[in-house]
């Protein structure tokens, strides 16, 4: 259903309107936007205009990082709040996408709104009627990350297995095609995203192979061109690192964010989540049922390199071989180019191969395990990791053969048997929650937790485990459990800009205006100094900040927008171990800021 809401009023020259006195006839920015919409080209999506915000990240890089410097060091203090809209309760996870002033925003409950992104009037709604029984297989899983823009089209990854593209100008629907089928369990938890005239997608699966893909559809028409499976089958690369598993199930899935592109190499690059079942015992019915290195359970818990044209692979590196734990290395792949120069003293693992000072094209990734990973984006090579947020016994994998780039499975934290208890770090680091990275200074930021998993073997769940719940990590400082690490590209260097009790979902932005915006889970919302982390500006809102954190400008006027809401996160365990803090529930919304 789609209600079309054109606040389009004639003023005549001379009349007073709302005591105003208004010369000429004025539409509304953001309606005439829409009546006479400029289609959003290949061109643009691969060179945006700093006023747009076109995908979940901004650029095919997945920086995060916008060149509007409008507001900066020096004036961000007088920010002021422009507009808010309320949203329908629900689970929130979304990121707006922005185009020429207007802001298309994902709403709880399958509803996508075009805004005017100056006021937040509504301009159209579209509202997905859902099948009775979609729940009953998906339950409230549905929760997908953003919208994409292509041409003329807003591009959506239902809840019942659909993609759909919208008309930008009215909400209509212009094409829908069914993706996967919701009654397998396979569920859009990713967001679509276009690359060269493709819209890819991602989602969860948990019965099928036949479920855990990346999707490239047509974006005119969502023709699809090609599907790329996301675990290997015999005779592919990996294929015999599965063991006895039959090829059918063989479960990992894209569920989390969407991939970057390279649009030189003609490359996608997706992050790929843990096997399922849980454990190697539930998964090959020993802990030796798959191999202790790479490739283990190929492509779990790997960034994948797809070729755009063909959608096969190009290459893959496992981070971490035949999970045990699900830890999960799905998340966005950011792409810099930097010089090689890691420092031994803040980097544990580097490929002495590569000549110091060398200039190379990377792709870095955080993973939900933890741990930060530096790989050439041409060919996959090792370049070098660390473990991250901290180092310790519990870290997920032991060593890597840093020549070959080979990782190798902490063997003293695998489940030996049934009922077997461990503590392994680290969990939940940084899930759907994106970082940034600022060319001006080569430094990645990264939202992170200083966490770790206790997990108990349990073969009578379909799982594999039980119980299983996040804790700090032991001799941790309470009152630094959630930070922002600023990380040198070039040196790996680590400097810990801010930290603090209360942890947070929300997405980290850049500016060119030296600012790093960020927000937590007790509602607190707040602009920090890129280089000293000082925060200089900070509000409060009125539910917990999730994703969502975008600028963009309209008729030279920079804003910053945020949404609040309910997220699905181990995260809120957590927080109520801190008894002083009364987790924020529910109110979803927008809030949007500018200088006055």
């Not at 207007?102 to 992104?117: C, E, F, H, M, R």
């Not at 549905?142 to 909400?171: Q, S």
């Not at 070729?307 to 981070?319: E, F, P, R, S, V």
Request: with cysteine.
């Amino acid at each position: 259903m789609v209600r079309t809401l054109f606040f389009v009023m004639s003023l005549v020259f001379g009349v007073v309107v709302f005591g105003v006195i208004v010369f000429g006839v004025i539409p509304p920015p953001a309606v005439a936007q829409v009546e006479n919409f400029a289609p959003v080209t290949r061109e643009m999506l691969s060179n945006p205009s700093p006023d747009d915000w076109l995908m979940f990240s901004r650029t095919y890089d997945a920086q995060r990082f916008s060149p509007l410097d409008q507001i900066n060091r020096e004036n961000v203090g007088q920010l002021r709040m422009v507009w808010a809209r309320g949203m329908a309760t629900g689970t929130q996870e979304s990121i707006p996408v922005v185009y020429r002033g207007v802001i298309y925003v994902v709403v709880p409950g399958s509803v996508i709104q075009a805004l005017d992104a100056v006021n937040g009037d509504l301009i159209w709604e579209y509202e997905r009627k859902m099948p009775d029984d979609v729940r009953d297989y998906i339950g409230t899983a549905a929760r997908t990350k953003a919208l994409a823009i292509y041409e003329d089209l807003i591009l959506y990854t239902a809840h019942d297995g659909y993609l759909v593209g919208l008309d930008a100008r009215t909400g209509e629907v212009r094409w829908e095609t069914m993706a996967h089928d919701y009654k397998t369990g396979a569920v859009h938890t990713s967001a679509p995203i276009v690359f060269d005239g493709k819209v890819l997608a991602g989602r969860a699966c948990s019965e099928s192979r036949s479920d855990c893909f990346v999707s490239a559809h047509d974006a005119r028409t969502g023709e699809e061109l090609w599907k790329f499976y996301t675990t290997a089958a015999p005779g592919e690369p990996g294929g015999d690192s599965w063991g006895n598993v039959p090829v059918e199930k063989r479960l990992a899935s894209p569920w989390g964010l969407p991939g970057s592109y390279d649009p030189v190499r003609r490359l996608v690059y997706w992050g790929i989540a843990n096997p399922k079942p849980y454990t190697r015992l539930k998964r090959h019915g020993s802990a030796d049922g798959t191999s202790r290195s790479a490739p283990a359970d190929a492509y779990s818990n790997s960034t994948v390199a797809i070729d755009i044209d063909t959608g096969k692979l190009a290459w893959y590196y496992q981070h971490l071989p035949g999970d045990d734990w699900d830890e999960d290395h799905t998340h966005e792949r950011v792409l810099l180019r930097t010089a090689f120069n890691p420092d031994p003293d803040a980097v544990k693992w580097i490929n002495p191969t590569i000549t110091r000072g060398e200039q190379r094209d990377v792709s870095v990734s955080v993973a939900e395990a933890g741990g930060l990973w530096v790989l050439d984006r041409a060919t996959g090579e090792f370049l070098w990791a660390m473990p991250f947020p901290y180092d310790g016994p519990e870290f997920n994998i032991s060593h890597i053969d840093v020549e070959t780039g080979k990782t190798y499975i902490n063997w003293d934290l695998v489940f030996q048997k049934d009922g077997d208890r461990r503590l392994i770090c680290s969990f939940n680091t940084k899930s759907y929650w994106p970082m940034a990275y600022h060319p001006g200074n080569n430094s990645l930021y990264v939202p992170y937790h200083d966490s770790c998993l206790d997990m108990t073997a349990n073969m009578s769940r379909e799982s594999g485990f039980g119980p299983r719940f996040g804790v700090p990590r032991p001799g941790s400082d309470p009152n630094a459990f959630a930070g922002i690490a600023k990380i040198n590209m070039e040196t790996g260097q680590v400097q810990r800009i801010y930290t603090a009790r209360i942890p947070g979902n929300g997405a980290i932005l850049a500016t060119a205006g030296d600012l790093i915006f960020w927000g937590d889970l007790n509602r607190r919302f707040r602009a920090l100094d890129a280089d000293s982390g000082n925060i200089l500006w900070e509000t409060i809102l009125g539910g917990p900040i999730q994703m969502s954190t975008v600028t963009y400008a309209v008729n030279g006027k920079q804003y910053i927008a945020v949404m609040t809401g309910e997220g699905q996160s181990a995260t809120r365990g957590l927080i109520s171990q801190i008894p002083e803090v009364n987790f924020p529930r529910g109110h979803n919304a927008i809030y949007v800021f500018a200088l006055p």
